[in-house]
């Protein structure tokens, strides 16, 4: 016999507005524990620096977390000019220092470098794996890797404000991969300066924006409460990218299986991934071929 689960079979998307000093995995299991979820999961780590934006996945919406972390994310960051660290960041200690402090023109026209499809190289400091470990674990340990550039794509990097000398704020939309700090550590290598971060917050990723999320604080307030529930999005929030189809109830059964089932479609090509729903309840995602869907991911819901 199989072993029940423990907790609630919580299902959709809660958007929490990180704090400083905790890790994103620590959220996660704050909320779990909140609702006395199942099962949890997340979209897209945030450094513990780092605030902002952190979407988390209740129960059958983990199955549309890659949906939201291949999606475009935007940041707010400040960089501070005239210093080198050894973590591209506030927590690690100053390597390099300079006297030279760029114009805001300046900074404007080096952003250009920065956007569009380019190859950057992680920080020494990140959980890109070296030989099958973790570069930070290395890097603490006094190791200097040769770590390999990655390709990003920056759909924006934007100057924001200039409020003294020594910092400028930036905002950039990117995709899956980017490294905000590593930004700000070839920015201050183009301009002859240095640079790191000393302020991080996401303030949107994919369909899911600041204005959509609850404060961490509130996750102890409202813990195991019924209330916490009217913060949940529902698991469709996390598909905004792909295209709806409406199922026949006998399509719904196939698909629940995992067979191709039969979907009403309108303007959508043969080959296109989509996702199906039935009476307003998702039940499957996959791709569309010639009136049917054939499952790649199939919802146990309703």
Avoid at 48 to 64: D, Y
Wanted: proline share 5%.
């Amino acid at each position: 016999m199989a072993r029940r689960k423990k907790g609630r079979a919580v299902h959709g998307w809660l958007i929490v507005d990180k704090p400083l000093g905790i890790t994103s995995s620590a959220v996660v299991n704050k909320a779990k524990w909140a609702f006395d979820a199942q099962k949890a999961g997340h979209a897209g780590t945030l450094d513990p620096a780092a605030t902002g934006v952190l979407a988390i996945a209740f129960g059958e919406a983990t199955k549309t977390v890659p949906y939201v972390t291949d999606a475009l994310k935007a940041y707010r960051f400040t960089v501070r000019l005239g210093q080198a660290t050894n973590t591209d960041d506030a927590e690690g200690e100053v390597i390099s220092t300079s006297e030279k402090r760029p114009t805001a023109d300046e900074i404007r026209a080096a952003l250009a470098e920065f956007t569009g499809d380019i190859m950057q190289v992680p920080p020494q400091y990140s959980a890109v794996k070296v030989d099958g470990e973790r570069a930070y674990k290395r890097a603490r340990d006094g190791e200097k890797m040769e770590l390999s550039a990655r390709p990003l794509f920056v759909e924006t990097l934007t100057f924001i404000e200039m409020p003294d000398a020594d910092h400028v704020v930036l905002e950039m939309t990117c995709g899956k991969g980017g490294y905000v700090r590593s930004i700000a550590r070839d920015m201050g290598a183009k301009l002859e300066c240095f640079g790191h971060v000393v302020q991080l917050r996401r303030v949107w990723a994919g369909p899911f924006e600041i204005a959509d999320s609850i404060p961490f604080e509130k996750l102890d307030a409202l813990a195991k409460d019924p209330a916490l529930d009217a913060f949940l999005l529902p698991l469709s929030a996390g598909l905004n990218d792909l295209e709806e189809l409406h199922c026949t109830p006998e399509g719904a059964a196939k698909l629940r299986n995992g067979n191709p089932g039969m979907v009403i479609a309108a303007n959508v090509e043969y080959g296109e991934e989509v996702w199906a729903s039935l009476d307003g309840i998702p039940v499957a995602i996959g791709v569309y071929k010639g009136g049917e869907l054939h499952p790649n991911r199939v919802f146990v819901l309703g």
